[in-house]
């Protein structure tokens, strides 16, 4: 390595490292230490939370599926009656 890249690389990485340290020392940092050790572990109320959540996701699937089926109905159905008003001549 010559001189000049080295002369840009040390300061380069001092403050990297000196950024590093601060932000381990927030709690962020602290959240993302205990992320890496896994002990990062959920409370009981957001576990409930979670849940009650999962549940709410549920019920809007089921809802959506049979907003699925109307809509599919409807686009079945609208068709014949265009086509019966056509035959009849009337609009």
């Not at 009650?52 to 014949?80: C, G, H, Y």
């Amino acid at each position: 390595m010559d001189k000049q890249t080295l002369a840009v690389m040390i300061p380069v990485l001092a403050v990297f490292f000196s950024g590093l340290m601060l932000i381990s020392r927030t709690a962020i940092g602290k959240a993302i230490a205990r992320r890496i050790e896994g002990s990062g572990r959920v409370s009981e109320d957001e576990l409930g939370f979670l849940r009650d959540q999962a549940l709410q996701v549920d019920e809007l699937r089921d809802r959506l599926a049979e907003l699925e089926e109307r809509v599919d109905f409807a686009e079945r159905i609208l068709p014949r009656e265009e086509s019966k008003r056509d035959r009849l001549g009337t609009s």
